[in-house]
C-alpha cells in the first residue's frame, strides 16, 4: 500500500512539474513579416477539375522561393507540393473543408502558415439545362455555375441518345433531404421518362424500372415530385404515388403501383411545388374542373381548403380557364407562402394574374389575395410564355423577340427588357433560383443559341453569357439547384 | 468454530454434488447418426395449425389443402412413399362430408427433400357456422422414421367462414402489434388496410383475388407488390364506397 502511495505522489509531482514548464516555442508562423502569404478565406472547385490557386507571397519568399519547400493540404492530406496549386480534385463533395498552404524556408526551418475552407462540389451541382432537338434527335445541353459549358451531355455521360420528342425537366427532392435533387425529363406524347442522379447526370431509372409489373397504359408522364415520405408521378390520364425513403436517403427505393388514383381530372403540365423544405404540397391545376387542386402528404387530390377565405377575391375552383404559369412565390409568415398563377379566361379570353397563399403548421389552408387582368396582354402574342419570380415581386413574360417584366403587386403596364430583333422568337425562358438570371433559348433562323440575362433591375437584359448553336429547337430551359437547402 | 466447521462440511458436499453432476454428464447417449436413419416431419408445428377456408378459395365446393414435409436425412435418387393417418381423437371433420377418403400414403419424389400431403376438403353448409377439424399424424415406416416430435401431427382447420389473419397485425421492427382502447394497431392499422373486418377481408379478397398480404414473411412478395393491391383495393372503394356493419364507411389507412 506505501509503494503504491508513493508512487502516486512521484506521478503527481511529475506532472505539476511539467505544467510549470515554460514554453518557448514560436508559434507565429504566418505573422512572420518577412513570410506573408495571402489566400482567399474560401475557395469553390469541382470534382474532378483542376484546382488552381495562385496566391500572394511576400517579397522575402519570392526573393528566395528555391529555398523554400510548398505543402498544400486539404484535411491534412497534400494535394501539391507546388508554389501554385494546381492539383485535380478527386474528393468527395463537402463543404468547408479544412485545408492549408504550408511552406518551409529549408536553410533555416522555419515555417509559414496559411489556411483556407475548400468546397468541393459535385460536377453538375447546379447550373442551366437546356432541353430541345437537335440533328433530329434529343439533346440536353448543360451550363454549369462557373459557365463551364457541356454540348449533348447527357449522351456523354450515358452513351446513348434521349428519346425524340422532349417534354419538360423538374427537379425533386425529399423534404429535408441532403441528397442532391432528381432530375425528371418527359418526354412528348410517350410512356418514356427518365431520372437522373443530380450529382453525375447518370441515367438512375426509367418508366420500365419504376413500376409494379408493366407500364401502365395511356402513361404519358409530365413531372415527378417528393412529398415528406411520398412520391407523386403525374402523368396526363392520372397520378401515381409510392413511399419514398427519405430515411435511408436513397430515391428509388419503392416502385410505383400498376393503379392511378382514380377520379375525374387531368392535371396540367404547369405545376409547382410549395415550398421546397418546409411545404409538403403540390400545386396543380385541373384542366376538367378548370381549379387548383393540391397534393399534400396524404397521397390524394384534393381541392383547396377554403374555409378561411371568408371574403374571397376569385374561387379557386371552377373557374372555366385555362392555367398559362404558376410558381411559388414567396413566404408568408413562418407557415405559409404566396402562389402566383396566371390563367387566361376561355370566354373572353382575358388573361388574369391570380395571387394566392397557402397557410398553416399542417394541411394548407387557402386565401385569395388578388386576381388583375393583366395590363397591356394586347401586345402578347398567343403562345407568350410566363414565369413567376420567387422572392420578387415580378412575373417575366416572352412573347415572340420580346422579354417583359411585370410587377404583380403593382399591376403595372409590363416592362420591355430586352427585344432580341426581328426574325428571332424566345423558344424557352426560366429564372434561376435567385431571381436574378434568366435562362434564354433563342431561336434565330434555323439555329437556337441558349444566353443568360442578367435581370438585375439596373442592368437589366445585359447578356452574361451567349452560346451559339446549341440546338434546332428548343423545348425547355430549367435552372437545376442542386442542394435543396440553397433555397434558403 | 461451529460456524467454520459447518462451512467446510457444506463446502464439501457442494464439490461432492458437482462431481456427481460432472459424472453424470459424462454417460454416453448412442445417438442415431445421419444417414442411418432418414426422418419426416411436418414443415409446420402441431400447434400451428393450417386453416382452410372455402371463402378464400376460388371453388366454393371442393379445394385441396397442401400440407408441407420436411425431409431430413439423405436425399433419395427414388421415389420414395410415405404413410399417415388421421387422429380419430382429435379429429371432428367428416369423412366424406369435409374431406374426401385419404389414401394414408403419399410419394417422396426422388431428388427432393419436401414433399407435401395434399388433402380433398369439401364444402358443407355446417362451415358456414362453424369450424372442423382434421388432423394427421405420420406413421413411420421402412424410408423414414418420425422427425421432430412436435411437428409429427398436424391440424387443417376447415371453414367457410373469414377470419382475421395473423399478417393484419404486423408490424415490422415493432412488437407484433399495439394494442389501444380495444383497438388493434398494427402496420396495417397505421399504414395499410386499416382497422380488420370480416366484410373488408371478404371484399379485399374478392376484389384483388388474393387470400393474403403477408409481405413481411413470404418471401414471394414485395412489399411494393403488398402495396399495390392495398392501393387496388383503396381505389376500388372510392369508386364503390361501402359502409361496415356498424353504419360507418369502409376505409383503408394506406397513403396514396
Given at each position: 500500500?506505501?509503494?503504491?502511495?508513493?508512487?502516486?505522489?512521484?506521478?503527481?509531482?511529475?506532472?505539476?512539474?511539467?505544467?510549470?514548464?515554460?514554453?518557448?516555442?514560436?508559434?507565429?508562423?504566418?505573422?512572420?513579416?518577412?513570410?506573408?502569404?495571402?489566400?482567399?478565406?474560401?475557395?469553390?472547385?469541382?470534382?474532378?477539375?483542376?484546382?488552381?490557386?495562385?496566391?500572394?507571397?511576400?517579397?522575402?519568399?519570392?526573393?528566395?522561393?528555391?529555398?523554400?519547400?510548398?505543402?498544400?493540404?486539404?484535411?491534412?492530406?497534400?494535394?501539391?507540393?507546388?508554389?501554385?496549386?494546381?492539383?485535380?480534385?478527386?474528393?468527395?463533395?463537402?463543404?468547408?473543408?479544412?485545408?492549408?498552404?504550408?511552406?518551409?524556408?529549408?536553410?533555416?526551418?522555419?515555417?509559414?502558415?496559411?489556411?483556407?475552407?475548400?468546397?468541393?462540389?459535385?460536377?453538375?451541382?447546379?447550373?442551366?439545362?437546356?432541353?430541345?432537338?437537335?440533328?433530329?434527335?434529343?439533346?440536353?445541353?448543360?451550363?454549369?455555375?462557373?459557365?463551364?459549358?457541356?454540348?449533348?451531355?447527357?449522351?456523354?455521360?450515358?452513351?446513348?441518345?434521349?428519346?425524340?420528342?422532349?417534354?419538360?425537366?423538374?427537379?425533386?427532392?425529399?423534404?429535408?433531404?441532403?441528397?442532391?435533387?432528381?432530375?425528371?425529363?418527359?418526354?412528348?406524347?410517350?410512356?418514356?421518362?427518365?431520372?437522373?442522379?443530380?450529382?453525375?447526370?447518370?441515367?438512375?431509372?426509367?418508366?420500365?424500372?419504376?413500376?409494379?409489373?408493366?407500364?401502365?397504359?395511356?402513361?404519358?408522364?409530365?413531372?415527378?415530385?417528393?412529398?415528406?415520405?411520398?412520391?407523386?408521378?403525374?402523368?396526363?390520364?392520372?397520378?401515381?404515388?409510392?413511399?419514398?425513403?427519405?430515411?435511408?436517403?436513397?430515391?428509388?427505393?419503392?416502385?410505383?403501383?400498376?393503379?392511378?388514383?382514380?377520379?375525374?381530372?387531368?392535371?396540367?403540365?404547369?405545376?409547382?411545388?410549395?415550398?421546397?423544405?418546409?411545404?409538403?404540397?403540390?400545386?396543380?391545376?385541373?384542366?376538367?374542373?378548370?381549379?387548383?387542386?393540391?397534393?399534400?402528404?396524404?397521397?390524394?387530390?384534393?381541392?383547396?381548403?377554403?374555409?378561411?377565405?371568408?371574403?374571397?377575391?376569385?374561387?379557386?375552383?371552377?373557374?372555366?380557364?385555362?392555367?398559362?404559369?404558376?410558381?411559388?412565390?414567396?413566404?408568408?409568415?413562418?407557415?405559409?407562402?404566396?402562389?402566383?398563377?396566371?390563367?387566361?379566361?376561355?370566354?373572353?379570353?382575358?388573361?388574369?394574374?391570380?395571387?394566392?397563399?397557402?397557410?398553416?403548421?399542417?394541411?394548407?389552408?387557402?386565401?385569395?389575395?388578388?386576381?388583375?387582368?393583366?395590363?397591356?396582354?394586347?401586345?402578347?402574342?398567343?403562345?407568350?410564355?410566363?414565369?413567376?419570380?420567387?422572392?420578387?415581386?415580378?412575373?417575366?413574360?416572352?412573347?415572340?423577340?420580346?422579354?417583359?417584366?411585370?410587377?404583380?403587386?403593382?399591376?403595372?403596364?409590363?416592362?420591355?427588357?430586352?427585344?432580341?430583333?426581328?426574325?428571332?422568337?424566345?423558344?424557352?425562358?426560366?429564372?434561376?433560383?435567385?431571381?436574378?438570371?434568366?435562362?434564354?433559348?433563342?431561336?434565330?433562323?434555323?439555329?437556337?443559341?441558349?444566353?443568360?440575362?442578367?435581370?438585375?433591375?439596373?442592368?437589366?437584359?445585359?447578356?452574361?453569357?451567349?452560346?451559339?448553336?446549341?440546338?434546332?429547337?428548343?423545348?425547355?430551359?430549367?435552372?437545376?439547384?442542386?442542394?435543396?437547402?440553397?433555397?434558403? | 468454530?461451529?460456524?467454520?466447521?459447518?462451512?467446510?462440511?457444506?463446502?464439501?458436499?457442494?464439490?461432492?454434488?458437482?462431481?456427481?453432476?460432472?459424472?453424470?454428464?459424462c454417460e454416453e447417449e448412442k445417438l442415431t447418426a445421419w444417414g442411418e436413419q432418414d426422418f419426416v416431419s411436418f414443415h409446420k408445428t402441431a400447434a400451428d395449425s393450417t386453416v382452410f377456408s372455402f371463402i378464400l378459395n376460388s371453388d366454393k365446393q371442393k379445394g385441396t389443402c397442401s400440407i408441407a414435409l420436411d425431409l431430413l436425412g439423405k436425399i433419395s435418387d427414388v421415389d420414395r412413399t410415405l404413410n399417415y393417418e388421421v387422429v380419430e381423437s382429435n379429429t371432428t371433420a367428416i369423412e366424406g362430408k369435409h374431406y374426401e377418403k385419404l389414401s394414408g400414403v403419399v410419394t417422396i419424389k426422388a431428388n427432393q427433400n419436401s414433399g407435401s400431403i395434399?388433402?380433398?376438403?369439401?364444402?358443407?353448409?355446417?362451415?358456414?357456422?362453424?369450424?372442423?377439424?382434421?388432423?394427421?399424424?405420420?406413421?413411420?415406416?421402412?424410408?423414414?422414421?418420425?422427425?421432430?416430435?412436435?411437428?409429427?401431427?398436424?391440424?387443417?382447420?376447415?371453414?367457410?367462414?373469414?377470419?382475421?389473419?395473423?399478417?393484419?397485425?404486423?408490424?415490422?421492427?415493432?412488437?407484433?402489434?399495439?394494442?389501444?382502447?380495444?383497438?388493434?394497431?398494427?402496420?396495417?392499422?397505421?399504414?395499410?388496410?386499416?382497422?380488420?373486418?370480416?366484410?373488408?377481408?371478404?371484399?379485399?379478397?374478392?376484389?384483388?383475388?388474393?387470400?393474403?398480404?403477408?409481405?413481411?414473411?413470404?418471401?414471394?412478395?414485395?412489399?411494393?407488390?403488398?402495396?399495390?393491391?392495398?392501393?387496388?383495393?383503396?381505389?376500388?372503394?372510392?369508386?364503390?364506397?361501402?359502409?361496415?356493419?356498424?353504419?360507418?364507411?369502409?376505409?383503408?389507412?394506406?397513403?396514396?
Amino acid at each position: 500500500m506505501k509503494k503504491i502511495v508513493n508512487i502516486t505522489y512521484i506521478l503527481l509531482a511529475t506532472v505539476l512539474y511539467t505544467g510549470c514548464y515554460d514554453d518557448l516555442g514560436n508559434y507565429e508562423y504566418a505573422t512572420l513579416p518577412e513570410m506573408s502569404i495571402k489566400l482567399e478565406e474560401q475557395y469553390t472547385t469541382f470534382i474532378g477539375d483542376e484546382f488552381v490557386v495562385e496566391p500572394e507571397f511576400s517579397k522575402y519568399i519570392l526573393d528566395n522561393q528555391d529555398d523554400f519547400s510548398y505543402e498544400w493540404l486539404v484535411k491534412g492530406e497534400v494535394i501539391s507540393t507546388e508554389k501554385n496549386c494546381n492539383a485535380i480534385i478527386g474528393l468527395t463533395p463537402k463543404l468547408y473543408q479544412y485545408s492549408a498552404l504550408r511552406i518551409t524556408e529549408n536553410s533555416t526551418d522555419r515555417v509559414a502558415y496559411t489556411t483556407f475552407n475548400l468546397q468541393v462540389e459535385s460536377q453538375f451541382k447546379n447550373g442551366w439545362m437546356i432541353l430541345g432537338e437537335k440533328d433530329g434527335k434529343s439533346c440536353l445541353n448543360y451550363l454549369r455555375s462557373d459557365n463551364k459549358y457541356y454540348q449533348n451531355l447527357y449522351k456523354a455521360i450515358n452513351n446513348e441518345d434521349l428519346p425524340g420528342s422532349p417534354g419538360q425537366i423538374n427537379e425533386h427532392w425529399f423534404s429535408w433531404s441532403s441528397l442532391l435533387g432528381q432530375i425528371f425529363i418527359s418526354f412528348n406524347e410517350s410512356p418514356y421518362y427518365v431520372e437522373l442522379d443530380g450529382s453525375s447526370f447518370n441515367k438512375m431509372a426509367t418508366a420500365e424500372t419504376e413500376f409494379v409489373g408493366a407500364v401502365p397504359e395511356n402513361l404519358n408522364p409530365y413531372y415527378a415530385y417528393s412529398v415528406d415520405k411520398l412520391d407523386y408521378l403525374v402523368s396526363e390520364n392520372g397520378i401515381y404515388t409510392r413511399p419514398n425513403d427519405s430515411y435511408n436517403s436513397a430515391y428509388q427505393s419503392y416502385k410505383y403501383p400498376s393503379y392511378k388514383l382514380p377520379g375525374d381530372y387531368k392535371l396540367s403540365r404547369k405545376n409547382t411545388r410549395g415550398d421546397i423544405v418546409f411545404g409538403n404540397e403540390i400545386v396543380a391545376f385541373d384542366e376538367k374542373s378548370d381549379s387548383y387542386l393540391m397534393m399534400d402528404t396524404r397521397g390524394i387530390l384534393s381541392e383547396m381548403n377554403t374555409s378561411y377565405d371568408t371574403e374571397p377575391v376569385f374561387s379557386p375552383n371552377d373557374m372555366d380557364a385555362e392555367i398559362l404559369g404558376i410558381n411559388y412565390a414567396g413566404a408568408k409568415g413562418w407557415s405559409g407562402y404566396y402562389v402566383v398563377g396566371l390563367v387566361r379566361e376561355k370566354g373572353s379570353g382575358q388573361i388574369k394574374v391570380q395571387r394566392f397563399s397557402l397557410s398553416g403548421w399542417g394541411l394548407k389552408t387557402f386565401m385569395s389575395e388578388s386576381e388583375n387582368i393583366l395590363p397591356g396582354q394586347d401586345q402578347l402574342s398567343a403562345n407568350a410564355q410566363f414565369e413567376v419570380c420567387r422572392n420578387r415581386p415580378y412575373v417575366y413574360i416572352t412573347s415572340g423577340s420580346k422579354l417583359f417584366r411585370y410587377n404583380h403587386i403593382e399591376n403595372t403596364q409590363p416592362v420591355e427588357v430586352k427585344d432580341f430583333g426581328a426574325g428571332s422568337e424566345i423558344q424557352a425562358f426560366s429564372i434561376d433560383l435567385s431571381g436574378m438570371v434568366g435562362g434564354v433559348i433563342l431561336k434565330t433562323g434555323s439555329v437556337c443559341d441558349f444566353m443568360t440575362l442578367d435581370l438585375e433591375i439596373a442592368n437589366e437584359g445585359n447578356v452574361l453569357f451567349h452560346q451559339e448553336n446549341v440546338l434546332d429547337q428548343g423545348v425547355s430551359v430549367f435552372y437545376k439547384v442542386g442542394d435543396l437547402w440553397d433555397y434558403y | 468454530m461451529g460456524n467454520e466447521i459447518n462451512f467446510r462440511q457444506m463446502k464439501n458436499i457442494f464439490i461432492l454434488i458437482i462431481s456427481l453432476v460432472a459424472l453424470i454428464s459424462c454417460e454416453e447417449e448412442k445417438l442415431t447418426a445421419w444417414g442411418e436413419q432418414d426422418f419426416v416431419s411436418f414443415h409446420k408445428t402441431a400447434a400451428d395449425s393450417t386453416v382452410f377456408s372455402f371463402i378464400l378459395n376460388s371453388d366454393k365446393q371442393k379445394g385441396t389443402c397442401s400440407i408441407a414435409l420436411d425431409l431430413l436425412g439423405k436425399i433419395s435418387d427414388v421415389d420414395r412413399t410415405l404413410n399417415y393417418e388421421v387422429v380419430e381423437s382429435n379429429t371432428t371433420a367428416i369423412e366424406g362430408k369435409h374431406y374426401e377418403k385419404l389414401s394414408g400414403v403419399v410419394t417422396i419424389k426422388a431428388n427432393q427433400n419436401s414433399g407435401s400431403i395434399d388433402i380433398p376438403v369439401l364444402n358443407s353448409a355446417d362451415l358456414k357456422e362453424d369450424y372442423v377439424i382434421l388432423e394427421l399424424t405420420i406413421i413411420p415406416n421402412e424410408y423414414y422414421a418420425c422427425g421432430f416430435p412436435d411437428k409429427i401431427s398436424n391440424r387443417i382447420v376447415i371453414t367457410d367462414q373469414i377470419s382475421r389473419p395473423l399478417w393484419w397485425d404486423l408490424a415490422p421492427g415493432y412488437a407484433s402489434y399495439y394494442y389501444v382502447s380495444g383497438n388493434y394497431y398494427g402496420l396495417h392499422q397505421r399504414n395499410g388496410l386499416g382497422q380488420y373486418s370480416d366484410k373488408k377481408y371478404q371484399l379485399f379478397v374478392d376484389v384483388t383475388g388474393i387470400p393474403g398480404l403477408d409481405f413481411l414473411n413470404d418471401e414471394n412478395m414485395t412489399y411494393d407488390e403488398a402495396r399495390n393491391y392495398m392501393l387496388q383495393f383503396k381505389y376500388w372503394l372510392l369508386e364503390n364506397p361501402q359502409t361496415e356493419d356498424n353504419g360507418e364507411p369502409m376505409q383503408v389507412t394506406i397513403k396514396g
